[in-house]
């Protein structure tokens, strides 16, 4: 779902208990997080040049929409 949105660039699946590492790899320049999250809590803060963090709007989640994608 979220790779055939057309401003990412792309996916990536981690093991790790943090991305911490992935993201220290990839160097990417910005890091975006839902409104669940605050900046200064955001890992990899310190390894990108911003991070935004998305309004949080209720009723709206990824969880449930990919939840509701296994219930079809």
Same mark, same amino acid.
């Given at each position: 779902?979220?790779?055939?949105? %057309?401003?990412?660039?792309?996916? =990536?699946?981690?093991?790790?208990?943090?991305?911490?590492?992935?993201? %220290?790899? =990839?160097?990417?320049? =910005?890091?975006?997080?839902?409104?669940? @999250? $605050?900046?200064?809590?955001?890992?990899? %803060?310190?390894?990108?040049? $911003?991070?935004?963090?998305?309004? @949080? =709007?209720?009723? @709206?989640?990824?969880? %449930?929409?990919?939840?509701?994608?296994?219930? $079809?």
């Amino acid at each position: 779902m979220l790779m055939s949105c %057309k401003y990412v660039d792309d996916v =990536i699946i981690f093991e790790e208990d943090t991305p911490h590492n992935l993201i %220290k790899k =990839i160097n990417p320049d =910005i890091i975006v997080k839902g409104g669940d @999250y $605050r900046p200064e809590n955001v890992v990899g %803060k310190d390894l990108c040049d $911003r991070v935004i963090i998305f309004e @949080y =709007i209720d009723g @709206y989640s990824t969880t %449930k929409a990919v939840q509701n994608i296994g219930d $079809r």
